[in-house]
């Protein structure tokens, strides 16, 4: 019997995870460390967040952007009635708290497309996503997948449930499973300017507690799975069907050319850089250290720097990417007229802005930003972020 495998029997009076400790390849040192990232706190997230907590997952962090209302009560364990109205993540971590003491939690409210550094994938261990929409999906995907992170995928209908965990390199991914129709789906959500829609309400997705169960356990299990080093079938869809209580296993084929297939390469750490503390003259300027007096900054999606109307001549300063922006946005406020977006996703150093803050051009905590000289290039990571970010209560 190797170390791994030792079985460890505790006091059951004093020790609340004794009964783990008859599994024989369970280590409550590896589950305590660990930093878990769970996506979503509706009906599968609250399973999910209920499970780990019991677990007594070292670190949990609960990222969502909605809030509860009546139709949440009966398929989410977390919440109670007097919660109507209040940030999802907020009730949840509380409950989690509440549950098990020993777990530390941190709740952040947000949009997980937009919002979120692309560093915090890199200082989590798993991540479990319970989402309700393929647009989701689709950035955690590549985000997991940029930063080599393994992350487990649960979905819910009536009495139908999927499972599926995908390791970047290993098997298909989320995005090799998607059609043209669900591109034209997620596409829904944009107009023509590729400001975000207000008028698309997403449908909701019928589902029970029962199925809700059923899924996040799995999921829960795979991720504890990931945690020990132990086997998982990454690219597989573990589907259930709860009409039929048929269980069975599918696998997806690799789509060639898939565009989540690509790695941030090399990553750099910068422990003194922020994203409210470093300016962009400041990051520019170690690029240049590194790449040459060229050296130029790039991000990842559209910077709107202004609106500008070219009818009463206003013009308002914006800095925050596109995609996160209402088609409102593109009417003048002072005359009603429409205006006329000025864009950039790169910094030259000739900007006028380059006192600004990244975060004031909508770089979050621990975003990771390109640096470009050439074919040579560079992904700085604002390391400095990691202490305040992932803290935990």
């Not at 023509?192 to 059923?214: E, F, H, N, W, Y």
């Not at 990454?234 to 789509?255: F, Q, R, S």
Request: charge should be negative; proline fraction near 4%; glycine fraction near 8%.
């Amino acid at each position: 019997m190797t170390e791994a495998e030792t079985i460890v029997i505790t006091d059951p009076d004093s020790d609340r995870y004794h009964t783990f400790g008859y599994i024989s390849w369970w280590q409550q040192e590896v589950v305590r460390n660990a930093t878990v990232l769970v996506i979503g706190a509706g009906a599968l997230g609250n399973e999910v967040i209920k499970n780990l907590t019991l677990m007594g997952i070292g670190n949990l962090l609960i990222a969502d952007f909605d809030t509860i209302e009546d139709s949440n009560l009966s398929r989410s364990v977390l919440f109670r009635a007097g919660d109507r109205g209040r940030r999802k993540v907020d009730a949840a971590a509380e409950a989690a708290k509440a549950i098990n003491p020993d777990v530390k939690v941190k709740a952040w409210h947000g949009d997980i497309n937009f919002e979120m550094g692309l560093g915090v994938f890199r200082h989590v261990d798993a991540i479990i996503g319970c989402l309700d929409n393929r647009e989701a999906r689709l950035s955690i995907n590549r985000f997991s997948w940029a930063v080599d992170r393994p992350w487990v995928d649960g979905a819910i209908q009536e009495l139908m449930g999927i499972v599926r965990v995908f390791r970047p390199g290993e098997g298909a991914c989320y995005e090799c499973t998607l059609t043209d129709l669900d591109y034209q789906i997620i596409n829904l959500r944009y107009s023509c300017p590729l400001l975000a829609r207000q008028d698309i309400l997403m449908g909701k997705v019928p589902t029970t507690p029962t199925s809700a169960s059923i899924v996040a356990a799995f999921q829960t299990q795979e991720a504890l799975k990931l945690l020990h080093d132990m086997e998982v079938q990454p690219g597989k869809a573990l589907m259930i069907n709860g009409l039929t209580n048929d269980i069975y296993i599918t696998e997806y084929p690799v789509k060639e050319f898939c565009m989540s297939h690509s790695r941030l390469e090399p990553i750099v750490e910068l422990p003194e850089a922020t994203a409210e503390g470093t300016t962009l003259a400041g990051l520019l300027a170690t690029a240049r250290e590194r790449l040459g007096p060229e050296a130029v900054l790039e991000f990842d999606s559209e910077l709107v720097v202004s609106m500008d109307c070219g009818a009463c001549g206003q013009n308002e300063p914006i800095f925050q990417r596109m995609a996160r922006l209402y088609e409102d946005a593109a009417v003048c406020p002072n005359c009603g007229a429409k205006r006329e977006m000025r864009l950039t996703h790169r910094i030259s150093g000739e900007e006028e802005f380059l006192d600004r803050t990244l975060a004031g051009v909508d770089v979050p905590p621990l975003g990771i930003i390109r640096a470009r000289n050439g074919g040579e290039r560079v992904y700085y990571e604002l390391t400095g972020d990691k202490a305040t970010f992932l803290q935990f209560a």
